[in-house]
């Protein structure tokens, strides 16, 4: 219908600044911590990529007197300690965001072994302590709920347990009055396995939330949220939704059998005009290359003047790989829902099948009661320098359709002095590029006569690339401004007499263009010979 929309940002990251370490113009999102996009600015002290390792923490516990006792993660021995006369110990536990799985082995003096799981949760958004971030923007809104918008957003951990958080969001409106809305937030960990939260937003919401984990087998959450009716037209809610209040559980019953879950859930909704409840039990389990899923599902609606509805259903689903002649497989999926346990509600399948690198074709099909029947077909490639999706819809009640998605990165090479172009984002991404060649006259420098050496195998942040005939090397989709170790490997070089100049070396990856780092191999000899020992007598071999 001539509709068109172009969207442009510019982006910059300030590694050597405390106080200021991203600035943003253009299309993107508001600060805070609720997202909406924005065409203005954005200015924060925030780090562009946030590590994911947090800290070391102390956990301690008792025992048997002299016990020896260890901490893993992962099955990996992180930390070693022996117990004092009391029994007591102490380990440092390397944290992260997430979840930290952790296995607490102790070792008694007469064979004794005794293993204890524990589950430590790190929310993503606490903060060490005295660390503080702030976050400010601006601009026209994206959609047809506010004219303008713009937010504060301010941070600070009180200690490496506990985060706050504060600002206002606000909203400028056509025909409606603005909006300036403060709120305030806590969170942070009473137990480590308990983590709390809290937050209230003027003329907004108050919410409150509390997941508890006692070890990689039982998780729980539960949480609660009431809305403000005072805000005309509210922005970040319903106007409608008065509470809503959420439980769920999940367990993992044997330990041998981490893919057996056990899931439970309530969900309950109070409106203007009544209330919604959702109940829902399931399980999943795995039995060879198949997963399959079982469960029961309660809605129940009730409504202002009294009248009540309740619905019941029973939905699974089967996914696994279904092998085909020539050892090919065909992926499948299929899903099933049940209304009063005899009449079918809903189906759908889908079957995709590979064939080639990058290149995928999906055949799905479905129909429901209140939609009808649909069919869709997919085809997707990962190509050298584009990424394509085309997908055809056709439906019982809806116009049939074909969509085609194409996406591509232009981006200059530094080591071939020309433009490249991959399949991948190009945005907030980073490359390392470069030549493998043989250092004639050992000065670590690519001269002009030196050849490069082909098919050589480099690892860069953990991929594997191999030098073409050139002996260039290439790896795109890497996180800019962080460190990735690169080395080659010796064992792929051809020529057994070529060994690296540097055994491995940290580069900084840059911001949507490739960093340049050569590779130098430089000639080597090999010296055999014997260790003796000279005695009166003669020379012993040692």
């Known amino acids: 219908q001539g509709r068109h929309e172009v969207d442009a940002t510019y982006q910059r990251v300030f590694q050597d600044l405390d106080w200021l370490s991203q600035v943003r113009v253009g299309d993107g999102f508001v600060t805070g911590p609720r997202y909406r996009s924005i065409r203005g600015f954005s200015l924060t002290n925030a780090p562009f990529v946030r590590r994911s390792f947090f800290g070391v923490d102390s956990f301690a516990g008792r025992v048997g007197p002299g016990w020896d006792v260890e901490l893993r993660q992962s099955d990996r021995m992180v930390d070693v300690t022996r117990a004092d006369e009391q029994g007591a110990f102490a380990l440092d536990i390397p944290l992260r965001y997430g979840e930290n799985a952790l296995q607490v082995v102790a070792f008694g003096p007469h064979g004794e072994v005794v293993t204890t799981e524990r589950l430590l949760l790190l929310g993503a958004d606490r903060l060490r302590g005295g660390a503080f971030e702030w976050g400010l923007s601006g601009g026209a809104c994206r959609d047809s709920r506010c004219e303008a918008t713009g937010n504060l957003d301010l941070r600070y951990g009180i200690s490496n347990a506990w985060t706050v958080r504060g600002g206002v969001e606000a909203f400028q409106r056509d025909t409606l009055p603005g909006l300036a809305q403060p709120y305030l937030g806590v969170s942070g960990a009473v137990l480590p396995s308990l983590l709390v939260s809290a937050e209230g937003v003027d003329e907004g919401f108050l919410r409150g939330g509390l997941t508890f984990a006692p070890s990689p087998r039982v998780r729980a959450r539960l949480a609660h949220t009431a809305f403000s009716t005072s805000a005309v037209a509210p922005v970040l809610h319903d106007a409608s939704r008065r509470t809503t209040t959420e439980a769920d559980l999940l367990v993992r019953p044997l330990a041998h059998r981490p893919r057996w879950l056990v899931r439970g859930s309530v969900m309950q909704q109070a409106f203007d005009f009544g209330s919604r409840t959702r109940l829902q039990a399931s ?260």
Do not use: C, K
């Not at 009294?306 to 299929?334: E, I, K, N």
């Open 283 to 542: 399980s999943s389990f795995q039995a060879g290359r198949t997963h399959y899923e079982v469960g029961v599902r309660r809605e129940m609606d009730t409504y202002e003047f009294g009248d009540r509805s309740t619905r019941d259903y029973q939905f699974a689903a089967v996914t696994g790989m279904l092998p085909l002649p020539g050892d090919r497989r065909l992926w499948a999926r299929a899903d099933f829902e049940f209304a009063e346990a005899s009449q079918l509600d809903r189906f759908r399948t889908r079957l995709a099948y590979q064939l080639g690198p990058g290149v995928r074709v999906e055949l799905g099909g479905g129909w429901q009661r209140t939609f009808g029947s649909e069919m869709t077909l997919t085809f997707s490639a990962d190509l050298a320098q584009l990424r394509s999706l085309t997908q055809l819809v056709a439906g019982d009640r809806a116009p049939t359709r074909v969509t085609q998605v194409s996406q591509g990165t232009m981006h200059w090479n530094e080591a071939t002095r020309r433009v490249g172009f991959s399949h991948g984002p190009g945005l907030e991404r980073g490359g390392v590029s470069g030549y493998v060649f043989v250092d004639d006259n050992g000065n670590g420098l690519r001269d002009p006569d030196e050849a490069g050496v082909d098919g050589v195998r480099i690892v860069i942040g953990g991929r594997a690339v191999r030098s073409d005939a050139e002996g260039r090397h290439l790896a795109w989709d890497l996180v800019p401004f962080e460190p990735v170790a690169v080395w080659a490997d010796s064992a792929s070089i051809a020529d057994p007499f070529l060994v690296p100049l540097r055994d491995r070396v940290e580069v900084v990856v840059p911001p949507s263009s490739f960093g340049r780092l050569d590779i130098p191999l430089t000639p080597s000899s090999e010296l055999a010979g014997s260790v003796v020992r000279v005695t009166e007598a003669g020379e012993i071999p040692v």
